[in-house]
């Protein structure tokens, strides 16, 4: 099993709609969890992080944890073209920072 | 915010050349730095965790003595790639955690280096 578990998509969706992404790990132990967006050929950069059970806002993104089923998830809301990029998952181990083999987003225009 | 540079973005070496990779934390000092690894369509692997003034820790099935790693001050990691072959080549990351900022659990990335080997 690996430690954080994506699906690899590619997801489609049309521009205005909203994009859900999701993530598990395997870690009970993880406290700190992490959306990152990376564009093709450049490195990732950070979008959400989220520490607590719950919901967190930040603009369209809205991040949720659920520790009790291990998941993270990541909605977009108004999706946009220049959202079109692959998301990863990431999530702390002691000092340590470990990525899902992230989701291909695409928003058709 | 936090600022990572690495340099080179780009580099083109011949094979059993090596080659030296430097990550800087430019606003803020940086115990431990790490260093991860990207293939085409693949996710980031952490190679290993560069710790200033100690030996760096590597991951499972990385060769220390071929991926060299040096944390000489607390905003400075070097990674050199020894006797590159082109297996190696791949988009090396390095990135930086904030020692005691209040974000002191997210990392920072560097741009990257590309590194092609031929």
């Known amino acids: 099993q690996k430690e954080v578990e994506q699906n690899s998509g590619p997801l489609s969706v049309p521009e205005g709609a909203i994009a859900s992404l999701n993530c598990t790990y395997s870690?009970?132990?993880?406290?700190?969890f992490f959306w990152y967006r990376q564009y093709s050929g450049k490195s990732p950069e950070l979008i959400m992080s989220?520490?607590?059970?719950g919901d967190k806002e930040d603009g369209r993104f809205t991040a949720q944890l659920n520790k009790a089923s291990q998941y993270v998830s990541l909605l977009i809301r108004d999706s946009q073209p220049s959202d079109s990029a692959t998301y990863l998952c990431?999530?702390?181990?002691?000092?340590?920072?470990?990525f899902g083999a992230g989701t291909r987003l695409f928003v058709k225009a | 915010g936090a600022v990572v540079s690495q340099h080179p973005s780009r580099v083109i070496c011949k094979s059993g050349t090596s080659v030296k990779i430097e990550c800087r934390s430019l606003?803020?000092?940086?115990?431990?730095m790490f260093w991860y690894r990207q293939f085409p369509k693949k996710s980031l692997m952490l190679m290993a965790t560069s710790n200033e003034g100690s030996k760096a820790t590597y991951e499972q099935g990385v060769e220390k003595d071929k991926f060299l790693i040096n944390h000489a001050s607390l905003t400075l990691s070097t990674l050199t790639v020894t006797s590159a072959h082109p297996e190696d080549s791949s988009f090396y990351i390095c990135s930086a955690r904030e020692t005691g900022g209040s974000g002191a659990n997210v990392l920072t990335f560097g741009a990257g280096s590309r590194l092609t080997v031929l």
């Open positions: 870690d009970r132990g993880s406290q700190s």
């Open positions: 989220i520490y607590s059970n």
């Open positions: 990431a999530v702390n181990r002691a000092l340590k920072t470990i």
């Open positions: 606003d803020f000092q940086a115990t431990t």
